[in-house]
């Protein structure tokens, strides 16, 4: 009886495990779409492709990468000057209120001060490698 008791427990365990996982998975499903939609408020200035800058520079692949960096576009020359690499923190402070962060930046203050939007958002930048 215990035998078959552990196996039911066993099997109860990793159904749960199964359907957390699928119940994340949705979840992170969602935030990307969400963030997807949040982007579109930048996307009169940033272009998702690698290849092309328009008023401001190309977003595929800011996670992680180095302020200032995104081939064939001219940063300003505080931007050139700065020194950090766009974390999960950068990316919050910096649609919050990039003045804060840089005030010589000529990028328009964005202000994405919803932490559920930032959240949004940075799922779905992060997806862009």
């Given at each position: ?66 302020v ?8 300003s ?9 766009w ?43």
């Amino acid at each position: 009886m215990s035998k078959r008791l552990g196996l039911a427990v066993l099997a109860a365990t990793l159904f749960a495990s199964g359907a957390a996982g699928a119940a994340e998975d949705r979840t992170q499903a969602a935030m990307v779409a969400a963030g997807e939609a949040v982007f579109h408020r930048c996307m009169s200035c940033h272009s998702l492709d690698p290849a092309e800058n328009t008023f401001g520079p190309s977003l595929y692949g800011v996670v992680g990468r180095e302020v200032g960096t995104q081939p064939r576009f001219a940063y300003s020359a505080g931007m050139q000057a700065a020194d950090f690499i766009w974390t999960e923190d950068k990316l919050r402070a910096w649609v919050a209120d990039n003045t804060a962060v840089l005030p010589t930046t000529r990028m328009r203050h964005v202000s994405i001060t919803d932490p559920a939007e930032q959240d949004y958002l940075i799922a779905f930048l992060k997806t862009l490698k």
